[in-house]
């Protein structure tokens, strides 16, 4: 199967930047679209950015000019760079990546465990 590990979150203050990271490993074929979501206490999991297989980003409009995704296809990482992070961005951050597993034609949808942001003001 497929494991996605996450890591870089932590406490910022306001103004400052973190940089996520999502790493798959397992039996991969190939991924499309990566992306990473959250999900802060008493509100629903929103998608925050993502990236397909050809580079087309997409963000949510709260985070449009402050995070920018990336991603390194022979690593199967998947990056988020969150710049000017204020406490509205403090949640739980997951990443996903669509999963061609194992061998054309076996496609999944792969979580990360979760990895939480907090941002003092």
């Known amino acids: 199967q497929v494991q996605l590990v996450e890591s870089g979150g932590g406490l910022v203050q306001a103004g400052g930047s973190l940089r996520l990271s999502c790493a798959a490993s397992?039996?991969?074929?190939?991924?499309?679209?990566m992306g990473w979501y959250r999900q802060a206490p008493g509100n629903e999991r929103e998608l925050v950015a993502v990236?397909?297989?050809?580079?087309?980003?997409n963000y949510v409009d709260s985070v449009k000019g402050r995070f920018t995704i990336s991603r390194d296809n022979g690593k199967n990482t998947v990056y988020l760079q969150m710049n000017s992070l204020n406490p509205e961005d403090t949640a739980v951050y997951y990443c996903?990546?669509?999963?061609?597993?194992?061998?054309?034609?076996?496609?999944?949808?792969?979580w990360g465990q979760g990895i939480q942001v907090t941002v003092s003001s």
């Open positions: 397992g039996s991969i074929f190939s991924i499309s679209t």
């Open positions: 996903h990546m669509g999963v061609v597993v194992g061998g054309p034609g076996v496609f999944g949808d792969y």
């Open positions: 990236v397909t297989g050809g580079d087309r980003t």
